[in-house]
């Protein structure tokens, strides 16, 4: 027998009588139930009926927006590429791959080498250093943005949860566990913390002065009092609160021997959360002391001769990975960095010269007569 559906009974996505509705429960002709629709809803988001606009591109608003973003640009790139040089910037590669490196007879450290190996560098500064220095540590060829390298940490074992503390998660492996003890802390990324000691020396005549270094104020905020904490129990006591955990393989100490001051000690050392915040690059640099300046009437770091002694423990020549120590001053951009003066200059020359170019051909072609004769 044939069935005949209305034109209503079409759009709604049913026929009046007891037929299956697609999608949905069967509805009877006499039911008194809700009707369900496949229909979207009246508005003008779901039947597309929402206000455009359809700007039209013309010689009069494409033109000036090439010559405005151009000498926009132009002048803010030269200020950011300006300040980025006025940045003083030393830096020292102290790997020792070349044979007459003072650090050459280190090259072959191992992470358990006892007594560690020592060097020195001497160095000279050309140009006083006058604000607030910054010493950093960086390293090449280092990939800490490894998927399973990144993921190798146990975040509730280092915001002190006890239970993380002897438990660590699995994503630590292979550095969860060492002679059935957990690790602690647990994982690749704090087994392989950098652990080289730097110390910087002023020499007058012969004479060396040591250079305050600053540990504390290295580290976010945020990691220092958020995500960072030791175990819950007698603070004072750190020996008692990681009881029952053992050192991670290539730590020459536990955790709670990292530094004698309490408050920057265990999983709150600074050193310890500095290196724990992985660099996306192979090629990378991370704040290691501070040199603040103590008067406005001298440099932080006057121009002269200096040493940088180096307690070399962090192998890197079997991956061929390089150590560099840089000095640097910063200013309200940051460090120094001429990359993006450089965009910025490099984006408004460009649009600056389409400017011109599209000027002239709209001069020499646009008021050309466009229409075409149809014949008769």
Not at 34 to 63: E, H, M, S
Not at 105 to 129: A, G, M, R, Y
Not at 335 to 340: M, Q, T, W
Request: aromatic letters at 12%; one cysteine or more.
């Amino acid at each position: 027998m044939a069935v005949s559906y209305s034109a209503k009974e079409e759009a709604d996505g049913h026929p009046s009588g007891g037929v299956g509705v697609p999608g949905g429960a069967a509805v009877g002709g006499g039911g008194g139930g809700a009707v369900k629709t496949r229909k979207p809803d009246n508005t003008a988001f779901k039947q597309q009926r929402l206000p455009a606009w359809q700007p039209i591109l013309t010689a009069g608003t494409v033109l000036p927006a090439f010559f405005i973003i151009g000498l926009i640009f132009i002048p803010i790139g030269i200020g950011i590429f300006v300040t980025s040089n006025n940045i003083r910037e030393y830096e020292i590669d102290y790997t020792g791959t070349e044979p007459s490196s003072p650090c050459n007879k280190c090259l072959n450290v191992s992470w358990d080498s006892t007594p560690p190996c020592t060097c020195t560098i001497n160095f000279t500064l050309e140009h006083s250093f006058e604000s607030n220095v910054f010493m950093y540590y960086g390293l090449s060829n280092f990939y800490q943005n490894h998927r399973r390298y990144v993921k190798s940490r146990d975040d509730s074992q280092l915001n002190g949860d006890n239970s993380s503390l002897l438990n660590p998660s699995k994503e630590c492996e292979p550095y969860r566990t060492n002679e059935d003890k957990p690790i602690a802390p647990c994982g690749a990324i704090a087994n392989s913390m950098f652990n080289d000691t730097l110390e910087l020396y002023r020499i007058d005549n012969d004479t060396r002065t040591p250079i305050t270094l600053i540990k504390k104020g290295i580290a976010w905020w945020t990691d220092k009092n958020v995500k960072f904490r030791n175990p819950t129990g007698d603070g004072n006591n750190l020996t008692a609160l990681f009881q029952g955990t053992t050192k991670p393989v290539n730590w020459p100490k536990p955790v709670y021997m990292l530094d004698s001051e309490p408050d920057n000690n265990g999983f709150i050392n600074e050193d310890f959360i500095v290196w724990m915040r992985t660099a996306a690059l192979p090629t990378f640099r991370k704040l290691y002391r501070l040199i603040e300046r103590k008067n406005n009437f001298q440099p932080t770091l006057q121009a002269g001769k200096y040493s940088l002694d180096i307690a070399y423990n962090y192998p890197v020549h079997s991956f061929d990975g390089r150590k560099r120590m840089i000095l640097s001053t910063i200013s309200w951009m940051g460090g120094k960095n001429p990359f993006l003066g450089i965009a910025y200059i490099t984006v408004g020359s460009i649009c600056f010269f389409l400017g011109v170019v599209l000027l002239f051909i709209h001069h020499k072609y646009g008021n050309r007569n466009t229409s075409a004769d149809i014949p008769n």
